[in-house]
């Protein structure tokens, strides 16, 4: 694969098969709950407590954000935030760019809250952010009468000039994608009048429920969202569940180890993120979720897989937005699964911290699995993977995804360009070699 600079200057892993995977496991916060705990209890008035918040690179950068704008975060232990609540009205003006780092989430979400404020604003972001789509937010927050630019008109920086009066739209959202929503929502906090939001899918309504946890009156259901400026937050205590995104990667690894038998523990299954379990049950998955009980944002369970033989599907569309970073696993799974897997209505994926399809088909494929590449999918034929060597190009997913595929392959693989893990799952190497992965820094 392509390589902007040469491997031995970039992380690296040497994967190749461990033993069985076992044990019982706790993985890193959520990471969409974490960016939204932050922000919510940043605008609060008072005092929030977030515990299982996500140490990971774009949930800090969130967090320094808040802080550049006046807000008080303390970190007293790792993974724990006490914020000071400046209130609805309460942020500063950062003086200077705002750095999102690798993070859409924090971008995106930040565009619709910034355009609100008094003060005017710039967001900029690494390199893979600063090539990925800004128009879907840009474009509704305009129509609420915002103010929000980027040089090249779809890419960041992001330059937001503030003091604006805002108006609620009624917005048909073209794309599934909860950060888009979330964008509109968050200017129509700020706004006059009702903002309402509608989906071609229902996304993830983390946003709409911790609003609403933070007594904001807001009305949702599945694809729908509405709310109306003028109300103010209260700070609370939240509990941030494991992100079922970091689990994905050891629940598709566990399904796939012959001998495998692992628990995850409380893991956010929240429907509109699980559709990887219905994929993997549909090809034959043992998966269990044991003690289920009630989140901030949706349901919470521990996950027990057992090894089982996979068989390959014609993943249903229906599923996509639910399993929307679930894919680069899925696509593993797929290739070591019998017969052949065909996915459809995924073209999101080539927006994401890389083209998701063309990383994951270029890998599998360096790795001898037989591959097709479409324009909004992939069809994957099953079979046995051999060592070689992959490139993640910096995409934490990806570089994850490669560390399951090794577990399967003949012999060792090399996975270049592997320190973007951190932005969503630190700690993973120590966890997954915990869990009997073969896994070691090249
Ligand atoms: O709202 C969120 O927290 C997220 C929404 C999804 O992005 P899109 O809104 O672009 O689908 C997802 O891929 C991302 O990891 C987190
Ligand atoms: C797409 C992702 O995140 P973001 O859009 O926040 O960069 C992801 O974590 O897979």
């Not at 780092?101 to 355009?115: C, H, I, P, Y």
């Not at 071609?200 to 599945?222: H, I, K, Q, S």
Request: proline residues 5%; neutral net charge.
């Amino acid at each position: 694969m392509g390589a902007a600079s040469p491997p031995s200057a970039r992380e690296a892993w040497l994967a190749s098969p461990g033993r069985a995977l076992s044990g019982d496991f706790t993985v890193p916060g959520d990471k969409s709950i974490s960016h939204r705990a932050v922000m919510f209890a940043a605008l609060a008035d008072g005092r929030s407590r977030i515990d299982g918040f996500l140490e990971g690179e774009d949930t800090r950068a969130t967090a320094a954000i808040f802080a550049r704008m006046g807000v008080g975060i303390e970190a007293p232990s790792p993974s724990c935030r006490i914020v000071h609540g400046v209130g609805i009205d309460g942020l500063r003006a950062p003086g200077g760019e705002l750095d999102c780092g690798n993070s859409g989430t924090a971008m995106r979400l930040l565009a619709g809250l910034l355009a609100g404020q008094a003060f005017d604003s710039v967001l900029v972001g690494d390199a893979s952010l600063s090539k990925r789509p800004m128009l879907r937010v840009m474009a509704p927050l305009r129509d609420m009468g915002a103010a929000v630019g980027s040089d090249d008109g779809e890419r960041p920086p992001l330059r937001i000039t503030g003091g604006r009066s805002l108006r609620g739209i009624a917005f048909d959202s073209p794309v599934a994608s909860a950060q888009v929503k979330s964008a509109v929502l968050l200017a129509g906090l700020y706004a006059q009048g009702e903002t309402a939001v509608r989906e071609p899918r229902p996304t993830r309504d983390y946003t709409e429920r911790m609003l609403a946890a933070f007594g904001w009156p807001v009305a949702f259901a599945p694809g729908e969202a509405r709310l109306s400026g003028g109300h103010r937050l209260a700070g609370r205590d939240i509990e941030v569940p494991g992100d079922f995104s970091s689990a994905a990667f050891f629940i598709v690894a566990a399904s796939l180890v012959p001998g495998s038998d692992l628990l995850l523990r409380s893991v956010g299954i929240d429907p509109r993120r699980t559709g990887l379990l219905e994929a993997l049950r549909m090809m034959g998955a043992d998966i269990r979720e044991l003690d289920r009980r009630d989140g901030v944002c949706g349901p919470v369970a521990d996950i027990a897989v057992r090894h089982a033989p996979l068989r390959g599907i014609d993943l249903p569309e229906a599923l996509v937005a639910d399993m929307i970073d679930e894919f680069p696993a899925f696509a593993v799974a797929a290739a070591c699964a019998s017969g052949t897997t065909r996915v459809t209505g995924a073209g999101e994926l080539r927006v994401k911290e890389s083209d998701r399809i063309s990383a994951m088909a270029t890998g599998l494929e360096a790795l001898g699995a037989r591959v097709r590449e479409t324009a909004d999918g992939m069809l994957i034929e099953g079979g046995r993977l051999r060592a070689g060597r992959v490139d993640s190009l910096g995409d934490h997913r990806i570089a994850m995804a490669f560390a399951v595929a090794a577990q399967l392959a003949g012999g060792e693989v090399a996975i270049d360009d592997v320190a973007n893990v951190a932005t969503s799952f630190p700690g993973f190497g120590t966890l997954a070699r915990g869990a009997g992965f073969g896994l070691r820094s090249g």
